[in-house]
Nanobody, 123 residues
Framework: QVQLVESGGGLVQAGGSLRLSCAASGRTFSIYGMGWFRQAPGKEREFVVAISRGGSTRYADSVKGRFTISRDNAKNTVYLQMNSLTPEDTAVYYC?????????????????WGQGTQVTVSS
């Protein structure tokens, strides 16, 4: 497993942008598929976006056209650029990794998780 640490969360006004980062330990990062999930207060954790080891991506409908995932294998880091944020995007955002390398939206396929970073969007 890799150890994952998220950063970049914070408070932003509606319409604003944030970029989250997820730094991974270990030398096997490049084989991992990586995903971002989020959990809003009182709600279940949900899929946001994922990127495969080969760079293919999958987005939840709610974030298509606004969020972009990318990865830099040289830096062992995956990024989530979030634009046009709305209060509905307020949540704790979690980074996750799957050794299988896919870009699955299924949480059960991920074997490494970060501690989460809070994103709050004010109206």
């Amino acid at each position: 497993q890799v150890q994952l640490v998220e950063s970049g969360g914070g408070l932003v006004q509606a319409g604003g942008s944030l970029r989250l980062s997820c730094a991974a330990s270990g030398r096997t990062f490049s084989i991992y598929g990586m995903g971002w999930f989020r959990q809003a207060p009182g709600k279940e954790r949900e899929f946001v976006v994922a990127i495969s080891r080969g760079g293919s991506t999958r987005y939840a409908d709610s974030v298509k056209g606004r969020f972009t995932i990318s990865r830099d294998n040289a830096k062992n880091t995956v990024y989530l650029q979030m634009n046009s944020l709305t209060p509905e995007d307020t949540a704790v955002y979690y980074c996750a990794g799957t050794r299988g390398g896919s870009y699955t939206s299924s949480q059960g396929n991920y074997d490494s998780w970060g501690q989460g970073t809070q994103v709050t969007v004010s109206s």
